[in-house]
Antibody, heavy 114, light 112 residues
Framework: EVQLQQSGAELGKPGTSVKLSCKVSGYNIRNTYMHWVNQRPGKGLEWIGRIDPANGNTIYAEKFKSKATLTADTSSNTAYMQLSQLKSDDTAIYFC???????WGQGVMVTVSS | DVVLTQTPPTLSATIGQSVSISCRSSQSLLDSDGDTYLNWLLQRPGQSPQLLIYSVSNLESGVPNRFSGSGSETDFTLKISGVEAEDLGVYYCMQATHAPFTFGSGTKLEIK
């Protein structure tokens, strides 16, 4: 059974960074893309970007190019997303998802507050 | 970026009623490989999104066959033939043909 287990909720101060993890079990992430999606409070879904864990190639939505950094560790079958220069506008739930969006993590709440 | 326009924004249905949701794209979602990467997802309250339909009309494994998808190029429809109580939530179309991938604004299904 494929499962995506995300790290716990984060509280970050403005200007700092957080790094989220998404550990996959039941499937080798080398054989897929890993996506990240966010959802601001009460809002819809927004695609952040994806990584090909086999070679580290990434694609980002334009607005997240200087905000998010996607990486992956194939030895631990885990995808990561670092969010930098946190602002209150980054407060959201962040999901990881396997391509083609058939498996999702449980989501992690990131709250940015001083 | 591709804009997906979903209508209606909210839908109220009784159990057993059939409903449809429309998703219109600002450009064709037909990929150069011949596939059309238009998916439908359901997000139940407090849960992660769940894939229902992929590539316009293919039912994801384990999804009840009361869900069906149709359409082509820029016009797509999700139909629920006989709404059940467990179908409440927000439905999103999303496209994975053109990067950046984009989602529709969602359709909230309420049960009367």
């Amino acid at each position: 059974e494929v499962q995506l287990q995300q790290s716990g909720a984060e509280l970050g101060k403005p200007g700092t960074s957080v790094k989220l993890s998404c550990k996959v079990s039941g499937y080798n992430i080398r054989n897929t893309y890993m996506h990240w999606v966010n959802q601001r409070p009460g809002k819809g879904l927004e695609w952040i970007g994806r990584i090909d864990p086999a070679n580290g190639n990434t694609i980002y939505a334009e607005k997240f190019k200087s905000k998010a950094t996607l990486t992956a560790d194939t030895s631990s079958n885990t995808a990561y997303m670092q969010l930098s220069q946190l602002k209150s506008d980054d407060t959201a739930i962040y999901f990881c998802a396997m391509d083609p969006f058939d498996y999702w993590g449980q989501g992690v709440m990131v709250t940015v507050s001083s | 970026d591709v804009v997906l326009t979903q209508t209606p924004p909210t839908l109220s249905a009784t159990i057993g009623q059939s409903v449809s949701i429309s998703c219109r794209s600002s450009q064709s979602l037909l990929d150069s490989d011949g596939d059309t990467y238009l998916n439908w997802l359901l997000q139940r309250p407090g849960q992660s999104p769940q894939l229902l339909i992929y590539s316009v009309s293919n039912l994801e494994s384990g999804v009840p066959n009361r869900f069906s998808g149709s359409g082509s190029e820029t016009d797509f429809t999700l139909k629920i033939s006989g709404v059940e109580a467990e179908d409440l939530g927000v439905y999103y179309c999303m496209q994975a043909t053109h990067a950046p991938f984009t989602f529709g604004s969602g359709t909230k299904l309420e049960i009367k």
